[in-house]
């Protein structure tokens, strides 16, 4: 396993036309549209195995790294209300080799990361939520690569606010390692 592609993806709902406000709304996020739409084309032609998402939303752990060890992430994503017109969903499994291969980097680095896990220990109901910094750049990736018939897992990690930016560095690269722990 070794890392195909890396970019940084916008992650704001209005890049997704149908949660956007109104028509306006839509046209002033057309040229962020664009840019994400040609990540996700470029990451298609690489046809990654898994697809690893940093972000700053998801479960916040205290001081404290996290990587979803769910077998699912899925999530709703709507306009709060009242402007709640469409309600869109996602549902991705994850890749619990990568995910704990990850983890047991972050360890020999010795930074203070954990597993999360939502619902059951294992199965359908193994589903942590997505996140809209997980929801919206996935929304692109994920439907491009399946255009050309890849179906990646995913794996999402939340760096940590509370810790020294050097330790979040550190924790990109365990990440980068973590293949060579399969």
Known sequence: MSIVYACIVSHGSQLIPALC????????????RQGVKKLSLDLGLASPDTIVVATPHNL??????????SENSSGPMK?????????LSLRAACDLDLAWGIIK??????????????GASEGAASDLMMDWGTFVPLWYLLRSVAERNVRP?????TPSREIPIRLNFK???AISYAHALL
Do not use: D, M, T
Request: charged letters at 25%; a positive charge; hydrophobic letters at 45%.
């Open 79 to 87: 306009l709060p209300p009242p402007k709640a017109k469409k309600e």
């Open 60 to 69: 916040r752990l205290w001081a404290h790294l996290c990587v979803v060890i």
């Open 105 to 118: 980097s972050a360890r020999r680095l010795r930074l203070p990361v954990v597993g999360a896990n939502y």
């Open 171 to 173: 924790f990109g690269q």
């Open 21 to 32: 406000k109104n028509a306006k709304e839509g046209r002033l996020f057309a040229k962020s």
């Open 153 to 157: 897992k995913v794996v999402i990690a």
